[in-house]
């Protein structure tokens, strides 16, 4: 399982944005920003509501042609 962290970075390293992985996962930005802090352990359903909000983002986003 992936954790918050590892999610951010996968958003950041494809351009996505937390708040469009959140809005897309349906969970409050500001619920996360609780969890990467530490304040709030996250349960297991809501980071992988998160991770396939992700993968939905990455599969939707142009690819890159070089």
Known sequence: ?????????????????????????????SQVSRWLSGTVEPLWTSVNQLH????KLIDRSPVAID
């Open 1 to 29: 399982m992936q954790s918050i962290h590892d999610i951010k970075a996968k958003a950041k390293a494809h351009k996505i944005t937390m708040s469009a992985v959140c809005n897309e996962a349906g969970i409050q930005q």
């Open 52 to 55: 396939l909000a992700l993968e």
